[in-house]
């Protein structure tokens, strides 16, 4: 069988183009089932067709997140920015897919940032991109928020609630000494509750996973998990000193993911080991405002060491000195990391 003919690239922009103009279509009447039918026929009618909303889809992601990780009230240069580099059209045909899909990511982006906007407003403790806080709250315990995390508290004579509603947080339990009796200590996500058991451990959204969970890491002491919607079978589990668990609505299971030591933040610094550069940057990202990406090429690269959080650019430079990559930054907030030319 012989394989299908690449698109030539004057084709290639011409139905990315078509494609991003579903895009736009489909988040002006997300609930129009004509349109949705009509964007569904489009994409099976050909095969190169489907490989242009998929890219683009890639890409519209990309952008949604940058958006969001930008300071407020510095979305609307940054889409003027992008929509002045888009005219440069053929010479900038990357840029120019960006400016266009700038008008699509807007309008979900801007809702996104509303909702976080609500998640530090509704917060009893909140942090912004790159800021890290401790906090003592009133029974002693010692709250620790990384990057760009949100935790209401709800203590009552029964017992101490968190409600992590964004990010990560670093619990040391307190006694509770001002209580007359023992409160349970508790830590609420979406996915499930975390009671301590005396101890000091971790909690990290991530809503990106599949599906969105929540990562344990216990440091001292135990912490007893169960489920928001425990399957059949499922039972409370507690997990011990050293010990990482990802819980999601309906279940659990124990965390094997190595290369990183995921408590460093908590001195302010990235540990890793034989690392991903790929993985490496995304955590940095945590850190930076804006989009901090990297080509294909680099992504296998491996690295390993301490860095700072405080300064992300000089941990960029680190990188620098350590592979064969370089930082382009093209704007202010958009930084791509590729192989050093």
Partial sequence: MTAAATPPPSDLEALER?????????????????????????????????????????????????????????????????????????????????????????????????????????????????????????????????????????????????????????????????????????????QGRLEALGTRFSVRLLPDHAPPASRLGVEQGAVRMQPRLPGAGVRPVVAEAGQRWLMTRSGLRADTAAGMDIHGWTEGLLVIQDMRLADFLTEVARYRPGHLGWDDDVAELRISGTYPLANTTRVLALLSQALPIEAALRTRYWTQVRRRR
């Fill in 18 to 190: 078509q494609a991003i103009a579903w895009l736009v279509r489909l988040q002006s009447q997300p609930v129009n089932p004509r349109v949705q039918r009509a964007c569904d026929h489009w994409r099976s009618a050909n095969p190169d067709h489907e490989h242009a909303w998929q890219s683009v889809q890639h890409t519209y992601a990309l952008m949604r997140q940058s958006f969001l990780r930008l300071p407020d009230g510095e979305s609307g240069p940054a889409m003027h920015a992008l929509q002045r580099a888009g005219a440069l059209g053929g010479r900038r045909r990357a840029l120019g897919r960006l400016a266009a899909l700038a008008l699509a990511v807007a309008p979900t982006a801007w809702l996104a940032r509303r909702e976080l906007a609500w998640q530090r407003i509704g917060a009893d403790y909140a942090t912004a991109t790159g800021e890290r806080r401790d906090v003592v709250l009133a029974d002693g315990t010692l709250l620790s928020l990384n990057t760009d995390s949100a935790v209401r508290v709800r203590f009552d004579a029964t017992q101490r609630r968190l409600l992590l509603d964004r990010g990560e947080i670093f619990v040391r339990s307190g006694a509770d000494a001002p209580s007359p009796v023992h409160r349970p200590l508790r830590v609420e996500t979406a």
